[in-house]
């Protein structure tokens, strides 16, 4: 069975960091361009970070740039999404997502993980 799976999610406040981490079970993650969206109460879905299989560089919204910070550990099967400098509208549920090249991951990827809820609150 094709699996994504997220962890890492939790309440942290104004300023804090979390490293939320994506793996998979059944395929090989770094085959793979991962990326990781959000969705926060009431809104759209949207992506926020993608690495792909290449050289090329991590692509990241222009919200969480200079604070967010993709990577891969292969050996693990997994994907991480390191956030530092939090802020309050960072508060959403995180998906990791999945599929051959960045550009379709980030359109219509072929995996989803079922999220993890990220609060920033004091």
């Known amino acids: 069975q094709l699996q994504l799976v997220e962890s890492g999610g939790g309440l942290v406040q104004p300023g804090g960091s979390l490293r939320l981490s994506c793996t998979a079970s059944g395929f090989t993650l770094d085959e793979y361009g991962v990326g990781w969206f959000r969705q926060a109460p009431g809104k759209e879905r949207k992506g926020v970070s993608c690495?792909?299989?290449?050289?090329?560089?991590?692509y990241y919204v222009e919200s969480v740039k200079g604070r967010f910070t993709i990577s891969r550990d292969n050996a693990k099967n997994t994907v991480y999404l390191q956030m530092n400098s939090l802020k309050p509208e960072d508060t959403a549920v995180y998906y990791c997502a999945a599929d051959r090249f960045c550009l379709r991951t980030l359109v219509d990827p072929g995996y989803w993980g079922q999220g993890t809820q990220v609060t920033v609150s004091s």
């Open positions: 690495i792909s299989t290449s050289d090329a560089p991590p």
